[in-house]
């Protein structure tokens, strides 16, 4: 198995609900992106940076509760690439057994960047990425680390909400991702909102 990192996130210059995690081999040259949605992005970006929010995400309650179950996270694998979408899974350990879980790959990232345990690939499997990359390249601005979680949210139309939020105590949403912007818009502290 060779591991990898995550060594930054992109957003494409033309949709708005794709970015791109990009994955680098720790000790080698190989390098891919993996397409992942506004959320998912926002997720990394704070674990990247170990940021928490006053209350947890999705992957913070997973961390929590595989602490309570005296669980030990081992680590993320990449495990394939079909149909233009890539695979994942996590390993846990957990009463003396290893536990595989088949995890999106965006999940299994930032659960590798909250615990710090590492990332791993088939050498197969990259060398089966890298010529299918060399086939076709793809144009994305870098969006700089520090900055990428307010950029991320940005880029996922919840603009309107913080507008909203800034003009009055009463925001109705009308969909439950916006109701999750909202409630994520919320936590966040007033300078933050205030850059974005």
Known sequence: ?????????????????????????????HSFTLEIGPMESLTLSLAMQKETLPRPLTIDLIVFV????????LHAIITG????????A??????NRRIRIDARPSDALALSLRTARPIYASAILLD??????????????LIKTPDAATEMVR???AK????????????????????????LLKSLEPASRHKM
């Open 66 to 73: 595989l602490r309570a179950l005296n669980a030990q996270f």
């Open 155 to 157: 880029r996922s139309s």
């Open 160 to 183: 309107h909400i913080l507008d909203m939020m800034n003009a009055s105590e009463n925001v109705n949403v009308e969909t439950q991702e916006d109701e999750h912007l909202l409630e």
């Open 128 to 141: 089966k990425i890298e010529e299918m990359a060399s086939r076709k390249t793809e144009e994305t601005l």
């Open 1 to 29: 198995m060779v591991e990898l990192q995550l060594d930054g996130l992109y957003a494409d210059k033309d949709d708005k609900e794709v970015n791109m995690a990009v994955l680098k081999e720790v000790d080698g040259d």
């Open 81 to 88: 690439f079909r149909d233009n979408m890539f695979y994942a």
């Open 90 to 95: 996590i390993e846990i350990a957990h009463a």
